[in-house]
């Protein structure tokens, strides 16, 4: 199912290697994306790479229901260096519908986060032709989130259960860095780890709900349960 999602995607964004066939890229890509190493792929690492980093300049848009669950995690870049990786994910259709990074974690950050929203729901708005009246955040209880009542925004903080929706976008994520021993290569930054976590959660949402992609106005249903 991967690879077939790939080669969807690939024509789509009209993604044509030049010297491989898009069934061998495809093919690789899945490897890559399930935890194979970029170096033990059947492309060339710089190659493989390129073509990953490809597929996160990709827009796309997925539905809303405004029952957003919130988090963030650390992930390892090498030793004692740390990015925190926050998601928000839709309750009820699964999606990510944004994710940043940043250094450390705040209430500032959550301004950054109702900002980047407010944008994603009106571009949902016009292309799914639906419109979302009430939102509510669900979250732990860490102090960073206190600001959302500095905004005014409707928020909720949850039991470990309910706010689950939210780990639940991080467990795959953190499988897949499983195979990378839970860090980020030495020398990655800010910008290549925020492409590469764009990718990761293209493929996700396209494999958990209808994903339109935007610059051909084109909607993607695999839709596989992915809790």
């Known amino acids: 199912m991967l690879i077939q999602l790939l080669l969807i995607l690939m024509e789509y964004i009209n993604l044509k290697p030049r010297f491989y066939s898009k069934d061998t890229l495809a093919y690789a890509l899945a490897d890559y994306i399930s935890g ?16 990953h980093r ?7 848009a997925v539905p809303l229901s405004g029952v957003y669950a919130i ?13 925190y990786v926050w998601i928000v ?13 940043t250094g450390v974690r705040s209430g500032v950050h959550i301004l950054v986060v109702l900002v980047n929203m407010s944008r994603v729901e009106e571009i949902t708005r016009r292309v799914f032709r639906t419109r979302v009246d009430k939102v509510v955040y669900l979250h732990d209880g860490a102090t960073a989130y206190n600001a959302f009542s500095w905004f005014n ?44 976590l ?30």
């Open 71 to 83: 988090d963030e995690t650390k992930v390892r870049l090498v030793k004692d260096k740390y990015y």
């Open 54 to 60: 490809r597929l996160s300049y990709v827009k796309y």
């Open 89 to 101: 994910r839709d309750v009820k259709t699964k999606a990510i519908l944004f994710f940043m990074l």
């Open 153 to 196: 925004v409707e928020h909720k903080r949850v039991t470990f259960n309910e706010r689950e929706y939210a780990e639940q976008g991080f467990r795959s994520l953190k499988h897949r860095l499983a195979s990378m021993d839970f860090h980020f290569p030495w020398n990655s930054n800010k910008l290549t780890i925020t492409r590469w």
């Open 36 to 51: 194979l190493s970029s170096w033990r792929a059947v492309l060339p690492h710089s190659t493989l790479l390129y073509y």
């Open 198 to 227: 764009s990718t990761f959660f293209l493929i996700f949402n396209t494999l958990c709900t209808p994903t339109c992609l935007l610059d051909k106005e084109v909607i993607i249903n695999v839709n596989i349960s992915n809790e």
